[in-house]
């Protein structure tokens, strides 16, 4: 599988997991807790396959800074998590990061 096939499934991975942890509720609900076990392990297992070909720097960069994004807006969905003027701004800053050194850096290894 490709490398970036295996971080966008990471990502998704690590944000279904987040969001199941806070739904466990510290862990005391046997449902959620056992989709965030399961998915945070799928997440770190495709990360490991990412870090084969892609260099660990990039795609942690990616894998973070896409999946806070992400799982900011599905709190603001699911969960009626808040997010400001300034929340709004980080996150086009964290997309501009991911955007730069997808495209304009040397070490993304493509």
Do not use: R
């Not at 799928?42 to 260099?55: E, M």
């Amino acid at each position: 599988m490709n490398a970036w096939i295996y971080l966008a499934v990471a990502i998704l991975s690590e944000v279904i997991a987040t969001s199941a942890l806070k739904a466990s509720e510290g862990f005391s609900k046997v449902g959620p807790s056992i989709l965030v076990v399961f998915f945070y392990g799928v997440s770190f297992y495709c990360l490991s396959q990412t870090l084969k070909s892609v260099p660990v720097g990039v795609a942690y960069a990616i894998w973070s800074g896409v999946g806070i994004v992400f799982i900011t807006l599905v709190a603001w969905v699911l969960h009626g998590q808040k997010i400001d003027l300034w929340g709004v701004i980080g996150m086009a800053m964290i997309t501009g990061g991911v955007v730069v050194m997808n495209t304009l850096s040397k070490t993304s290894g493509h």
